[in-house]
């Protein structure tokens, strides 16, 4: 079965500083990969995904990952952290053998808080 | 477009009463997910539907059970409601229901079960 860790369940940093969100999954096969956001009362907005091809991914805001097969990582990062991205980051994946019974099922990590201080 | 919508916002209700939910996906999406999601225990898949048949399911009891109409709208029901069934519900679509897919992902309807 899929897993998903998030390592470290509260990231503060400076407004300004790098934001380094990490994840890392556990799966036979390297699976589809997403970062997902979530800002408070709101649903889940996504900020990038991998799928297949160029290994470091853009996304919305100015974050990016790059998905490391060795590693089994996917770490999202951001060279300057504002106000605005405060919330809550999620790390997920799905199953990426098509035909399969996953279909669009998403297997979230925990979680990860970023709060950015002034 | 219009997002996903999902109605009630906000829903209170007592043990062993049940409930429930409605979402509605972005036009022309037909495939409908539903998520748990509890401070404890994060997100966890509950199904997902697509052209009015359940594709896949997650590890709930029966007493979570849900179904598409023919327009792709989704309903979601919970029957003898429990405490631990206090949670953000949410609802996602996404044009077909295959791997890799982006999800697009209502408000959520939050149950308090008391």
């Known amino acids: 079965a899929q897993s998903v860790t998030q390592l470290g369940s509260h990231v503060s940093v400076s407004e300004g500083a790098l934001v380094l969100l990490r994840c890392n999954y556990s799966s036979s096969v390297p699976p589809y990969l997403f970062w997902y956001v979530q800002y408070p009362n709101q649903g889940l907005q996504l900020l990038l995904k991998?799928?297949?091809?160029?290994?470091l991914v853009k996304g919305i805001n100015g974050f990016e990952a790059e998905f490391k097969k060795s590693e089994t990582s996917f770490h999202l990062t951001k060279p300057s952290a504002h106000m605005s991205d405060a919330a809550e980051y999620f790390c997920a994946v799905s199953d990426r053998a098509a035909g399969g019974t996953s279909y669009g099922k998403l297997t979230f990590g925990q979680g990860t808080i970023l709060t950015v201080h002034p | 477009k219009a997002g996903v919508t999902q109605t009630p916002r906000y829903l209170i209700k007592t043990r062993g009463q049940q409930v429930t939910l409605s979402c509605s996906p972005i036009s022309g999406h037909r495939s409908v997910s539903w998520y748990q999601q509890t401070p404890g225990q994060g997100l966890q898949f509950l199904f997902e539907?697509?052209?009015?048949?359940?594709?896949n399911k997650g590890n709930f009891p029966g007493r979570f059970s849900g179904r598409q109409f023919s327009n792709s709208r989704s309903e979601m029901n919970v029957s003898t409601l429990e405490l631990g069934d206090s949670a953000l519900y949410l609802c996602?679509?996404?044009?077909?229901?295959?791997?890799?897919?982006?999800?697009?992902f209502g408000s959520g309807t939050q149950l308090s079960v008391l």
């Open positions: 539907y697509f052209s009015e048949t359940q594709r």
């Open positions: 991998y799928t297949t091809g160029a290994t």
């Open positions: 996602a679509s996404s044009p077909r229901s295959q791997p890799g897919e982006k999800l697009f």
